[in-house]
Nanobody
């Protein structure tokens, strides 16, 4: 089992950057694939990015590719999401999620139902 706590959300302006962090507490955090999802008001939860257990493989949603970067630091048990060139459409509650499985393809990694553990979320508001 793993506990996840997101941080770093806030109010920014269009074009700004923001770094979210997901702190993971588990016996072997490095064994979890960890992803980021987001949910805007009135919309379904959508995939943002995911990173494999060894940090070698990463997948991104088309809407954030080239603007967001996911990374992990297993020494400090955290996965970060560096967000750049923020747009109003990026406004959402951002969640990190974890699963004790290897990341093999985009289909699994982008599916919220594949993940077993979720954090409480952190709100990002991009103002124009």
């Amino acid at each position: 089992q793993v506990q996840l706590v997101e941080s770093g959300g806030g109010l920014v302006q269009t074009g700004d950057s923001l770094r979210l962090s997901c702190a993971a507490a588990a016996r072997a955090t490095s064994q979890y694939t960890i992803g980021w999802f987001r949910q805007a008001p009135g919309k379904e939860r959508e995939f943002v990015a995911t990173i494999s257990r060894n940090g070698v493989y990463m997948f991104y949603a088309d809407s954030v590719k080239g603007r967001f970067t996911i990374s992990r630091d297993d020494t400090n048990n955290k996965v970060d999401l560096q967000m750049g060139s923020l747009e109003s459409e990026d406004t959402a509650v951002y969640y990190c999620a974890a699963v004790l499985e290897a990341l093999l393809d985009y289909r699994d990694g982008s599916n919220p139902g594949w993940y077993d553990y979720w954090g409480q979320g952190t709100l990002v508001t991009v103002s124009s």
